[in-house]
């Protein structure tokens, strides 16, 4: 587990220099033990920084979702960097930003946190009800001691464990420019169990599935709003004219939205879960994801997110990509 | 009328008898509770905490056709909103109704919105009271409202544990007692004061509250202060906290047409935290950031709408807090509101 002591001293030298504007990380969240994003621009604020198995947010987002308004006339724009607190599968997000040439690797100073895995807060509502919002959770060893109402409870990490650490082929961040602690071994690695479990359905019972999912979406975008990857500046979303999606709400257009969504990450998404785990209405998007996760890396042995030389893989073409499943 | 009973295995007949109207209750889709209309008394799942989306959408919903009409013709073919038909929303929240009765102040005034107010008219709201606050984050109790509240409800019922205590608040709603009057019995004696006491007790539960005191003025004049930065500063621009809010009720009209030539003008819910929400055709952003958008939602709530109406355009309900993806606190930010000098 990461020192908060150092990590605290850490962010203070950070947010001390001359050359950094803001350092992102978490601090306790308002209520339980939810924890949050924490921007820090004054050396007195580091205090509040914490890393716990709470610290589920992508703070890779705040990268690209930062507005930037034009600068005055007579102003200098601020082009100090921004630091950032990153676990491994955060950290992929920022490769694939920077392979896809978001912005320059000099704009940002990065924090790794080698990731032993976070918590999925809705097993743990389920699990214990309530307790959320009156206790504390710690990781230890394997397993999570949870402590409310005076009690406390061992849980075997795999069972309150999100999916996507289950699966966790990179706890280590594979971009930093400081480490918080000790590199983690990979623990898990991925069987696309689920995938698979998905891909034997008939046509119908996929279409049944999602018809049921699809028709709960408020379109409240939040999915694409958390998205590390979802950076564009005028999204395909939001234009009114051409209107390529209407803003009615219903299963139709719901379905719509989702088709494009999932494509346009097609070989782009870096597997951090953040759109399913922000969905309010439970829409299991990662589903989605991991299919064309798969077929990515099946058909063209290639993973977003670890590479920040590599070309990205849908603005490239090689005489000899597979081309077997072209009718 | 006299308070009535609900036995608990009386409770599919009555819901049974209530789908001759379109009846609409929470129901469970995999895990996520939504108010929806039944069909089937077996799809109606009371043992809920709150709905993820308020059953504000049945009144006001999120996409609705106000008239058709064929390119090129004159004549317009009006939504009814009569075929819809009387419809009951069985079983919702206290807090969920009171929002109801703060928005129809909005859709009566300067304007009489006929599709809003006229559904409005065929509904009637059975509540059902919290004896259990349903999330740690309820405060209905700071904005005047409560676990057992009755605004905007035209009956209430109570979980007594082996039956409902039905209470007619309205005509409405002793129309609607009459309706059911042959799954219903009299009210064990004792039972109104022990509703009474179950309240208190559950008022007592409320754990999160602010006073909401002198928020309406100083809100304002804190146009340009520091505050509204730091509590943006985390916010994605997501629709979470406006679409699922019981009184939020913004929109936009569209018209969609089809090839044919034939189209609809259509309203939908809008958001005041999308980023083209108030983006002029020429490309000025009057709330060009999060930050100024923020501060409009807390603003329209706590400020504008209380100045206009009289009431604040919040019931406490937490669905904001409770899904905000980023923890932005709706209560923490008028607790700053409040201490900023």
């Known amino acids: 587990m990461v020192d908060i002591e150092k990590l605290r001293e850490i962010a203070r030298e950070i947010i001390s220099r001359d050359d950094v504007r803001q350092l992102i990380g978490y601090r306790q969240g308002t209520y339980g033990f939810r924890a949050r994003p924490a921007f820090v621009t004054d050396p007195g604020e580091v205090d509040k920084l914490i890393f716990s198995p709470a610290c589920v947010n992508n703070l890779a987002t705040y990268i690209t979702l930062e507005e930037r308004l034009p600068v005055p006339r007579g102003q200098e724009p601020d082009l100090r960097k921004v630091a950032v607190m990153v676990k491994g599968c955060d950290s992929r997000a920022l490769v694939q930003q920077m392979e896809e040439k ?10 790794g946190i080698p990731c032993t895995g976070v918590v999925d807060m809705d097993k743990v ?37 999100a999916d996507k650490c289950t699966r966790c082929r990179y706890p280590t961040p594979l971009v930093y420019d400081q480490l918080l602690d000790e590199e ?65 709400v219903d299963v139709s257009e719901n379905t719509a939205y989702h088709i494009a969504r999932a494509y346009h990450l097609a070989g782009r998404c870096i597997q951090c879960g953040e759109c399913q785990r922000v969905c309010p209405v439970d829409i299991p998007l990662m589903e989605l994801n991991r299919k064309f996760y798969k077929d990515v890396e099946e058909l063209y042995d290639y993973e977003p997110g670890t590479n920040a030389e590599a070309p990205p893989l849908l603005s490239t073409f090689k005489v000899d990509d597979r081309e077997d499943f072209i009718m | ?143 005047g409202g409560s676990p057992f509240g009755t605004e905007g409800l035209d009956i209430l019922l109570t979980d007594m544990g082996d039956h409902y205590l039905v209470q007619a608040l309205t005509e409405k709603g002793e129309k609607l007692q009459e309706t059911l009057s042959a799954h219903l019995e009299d009210a064990p004696a004792g039972d109104e004061k022990k509703a009474e006491e179950l309240a208190a007790a559950a008022e007592g539960k409320i754990a999160r509250s602010i006073n909401t005191e002198g928020i309406p003025e100083k809100l304002p004049t804190l146009w340009e202060h520091e505050l509204w930065k730091k509590v943006s500063a985390a916010c994605l ?76 355009a ?18 923490e930010i008028l607790e700053q509101v409040v201490d900023a000098s």
């Open chain 1, 102 to 111: 978001a912005y320059e690797r000099e704009r940002i100073l990065v924090l």
């Open chain 1, 125 to 161: 509502e389920k699990r214990f009800p309530g307790v959320l919002a009156r206790g504390e959770i710690v990781l230890e060893g394997d397993k999570f001691l949870l402590t409310y109402d005076g009690k406390e409870e061992e849980v075997a990490k795999g069972e309150l464990l």
């Open chain 1, 184 to 248: 983690v071994a990979r623990f898990a690695d991925d069987d696309y169990a689920d995938v698979e479990a998905l891909e034997k359905r008939s046509a119908e019972e996929k279409w049944a599935y999602w018809e049921e999912k699809f028709s709960r979406c408020i379109r409240c975008y939040s999915c694409r709003n958390v998205c590390p990857m979802c950076y564009c500046e005028d999204c395909v979303l939001d234009r009114l004219n051409p209107q390529w999606m209407r803003r009615s």
């Open chain 2, 1 to 143: 009328m006299a308070v009535k009973k609900l036995s608990k295995d009386k409770v599919k007949e009555a819901l049974q008898e209530l789908t001759k109207f379109r009846l609409i209750a929470p129901a469970k889709s995999d895990e996520v509770v939504i108010f929806k209309q039944i069909e089937n008394p077996d799809e109606a799942y009371l043992e809920y905490g709150n709905s993820t989306v308020p059953p504000k959408r049945v009144v006001f919903p999120q996409t609705e056709t106000l008239f058709r009409f064929l390119r090129g013709s004159p004549e317009l073919k009006e939504k009814d909103v009569e075929e819809e038909g009387t419809t009951v929303i069985f079983g919702l929240r206290p807090c969920d109704a009171r929002a109801m009765a703060i928005v129809d102040r909005l859709f009566s005034w300067d304007y009489e919105d006929p599709y809003y107010l006229k559904r409005r008219q065929l509904t009637t709201l059975v509540g059902l009271a919290c004896v259990e606050p349903p999330s740690v984050n309820c405060f209905c109790t700071s904005l």
């Open chain 2, 237 to 312: 621009g997501c629709g979470i906290c406006t679409f699922l809010c019981p009184t939020c009720h913004c929109f936009d009209i569209q018209d969609e047409v089809e090839e044919t030539g034939e189209g609809r003008r259509a309203r939908m819910w809008d958001s005041c935290m999308f980023s083209e929400y108030t983006l002029h055709a020429s490309g000025h952003n009057p709330r060009p950031t999060r930050r100024e958008r923020t501060r409009n939602r807390i603003s329209h709530k706590y400020s504008y709408y209380p100045k206009r109406f009289e009431v604040i």
């Open chain 2, 314 to 331: 919040c019931v406490g309900c937490g669905r904001c807090i409770n899904l905000c993806p980023v923890n932005i606190d709706i209560l």
